[in-house]
């Protein structure tokens, strides 16, 4: 792998993270952090459809005019969003129930669209795969970690998916009694969205790149 | 004109092909959803009855928030109280409840089933044991369908989706007087 290629894919976790830095998708991403596993979830179901719509968009570059290229991506990006949705629901009805609303939404993610455009759109396909699967993990990072801030601070729980007799939540002693109930509502998630965004803004200026 | 042309076919290819492939998955998921529906009705049917036996069911048509009735009886084959299906208007647009009461309107146990409420704070009345707080009211005691009509626990633990606490409440509370009339009746 040439160090370009490397770049492509692991640009999008840091250098340009498509939540902090970019600031792309910020609604599902404050509306779907209440819960760890949501989080990795709507991750999943992102890297699942930014994947092809990527690879498709990429193949389908020279046939698709320029003049129709939105309609035609936002085509592409709903048919595979519904198959996640049919998938999900016929195989992992727990996680399609947690997502709710949130799954269908992927469609107007402009994470996707963003990627799309941006890049699928003028790159190889094995470039827009890297970039897509690279975009994709940025994201799902993103959210596990805003998150992991707000539920255990907010609920002073860890939700994550039951295996057995584990039922899948693990409770912080103290937190738990007393949380900090504003971050698990709307507003927490802009305060943190913002410490966080300052955070990274200074971790790209402490590297001396331009924000 | 051309360009037209070659603009139209290639978006009414690009929308057929997404069409035959999501036909394709919906023929095979659409069995096991439709599966996994019913195992859920079901289910939730059998954890709301409070131990008696499901009787006959009939569609509801008199009341716009009520789908479904299902008799339930005890071990004599009397009459014992009754299952709603009922419709809710939650934060996220409209729920389905299923709850189970005493022919006086006490609610025996409820189930919140299809539901469009926030992950995380509202998506939190799904678990069996947010309905613990109405259980056993309805009849002889009222149903609290204010929060300040909860104990200190239980209004700290719906704090952040009111507005799903009170579309349960009223839901179940509507249930609980309809069933009411029908003993009057």
Aim: net charge neutral.
């Amino acid at each position: 792998m040439t160090s370009e290629r490397r770049e492509v894919l692991t640009r999008g976790i840091f250098k340009e993270n498509p939540v902090f830095v970019i600031m792309l998708g910020l609604c599902p991403t404050l509306g779907v952090t209440t819960q760890v596993v949501n989080g990795i979830g709507m991750g999943l179901g992102v890297i699942f459809v930014l994947v092809f719509s990527n690879i498709f968009i990429a193949l389908l570059k020279n046939f698709i005019p320029n003049s129709i290229r939105i309609p035609a991506y936002i085509v592409i990006i709903a048919a595979f969003v519904t198959i996640v949705e049919m998938v999900m629901h016929a195989f992992v009805p727990s996680v399609y129930n947690a997502l709710g609303i949130f799954l269908p939404l992927i469609v107007v993610n402009c994470i996707i669209l963003g990627r799309a455009e941006a890049f699928a759109s003028k790159n190889s396909v094995l470039d827009s795969f890297l970039d897509g699967v690279g975009m994709g993990f940025g994201f799902t990072l993103s959210l596990t970690l805003i998150a992991f801030i707000r539920e255990v601070f907010g609920s002073g729980t860890i939700t994550l998916i039951p295996i057995g007799s584990f039922d899948g939540v693990i409770k912080i002693p103290l937190l738990y009694n007393y949380p900090i109930r504003i971050l698990s509502l709307a507003a927490g998630a802009l305060l943190l969205m913002g410490f966080l965004k300052a955070f990274f803004a200074w971790n790209s200026e402490r590297k001396g790149e331009t924000v | 004109m051309k360009t037209y042309a070659r603009v139209g076919i290639t978006l009414a290819l690009i929308a057929a092909f997404a069409a035959t492939s999501l036909a394709v998955v919906n023929a095979i998921t659409a069995p096991k959803i439709a599966q996994y529906e019913q195992k859920v009705l079901e289910a939730a049917l059998s954890e709301v009855s409070g131990g008696y036996a499901l009787g006959s069911s009939e569609l509801v048509n008199d009341n716009d928030s009520i789908v479904e009735l299902y008799h339930l009886v005890d071990d004599n084959n009397t009459l014992a109280g009754y299952i709603l299906q009922l419709n809710g208007n939650g934060y996220g647009g409209q729920m389905t409840i299923m709850a189970g009461y005493k022919v006086d309107g006490e609610l025996l146990d409820a189930r919140l089933l299809a539901n469009s409420e926030t992950p995380g704070l509202g998506k939190k009345a799904e678990s069996p044991s947010y309905m613990q707080k109405f259980v056993g009211h309805g009849g002889l005691s009222e149903m609290p369908i204010k929060t300040n009509m909860l104990d200190k626990s239980d209004a700290d633990s719906v704090s952040g989706s009111t507005v799903t606490f009170s579309a349960v409440a009223r839901t179940i509370a509507l249930g609980s007087n309809y069933v009411k009339e029908l003993g009057v009746k």
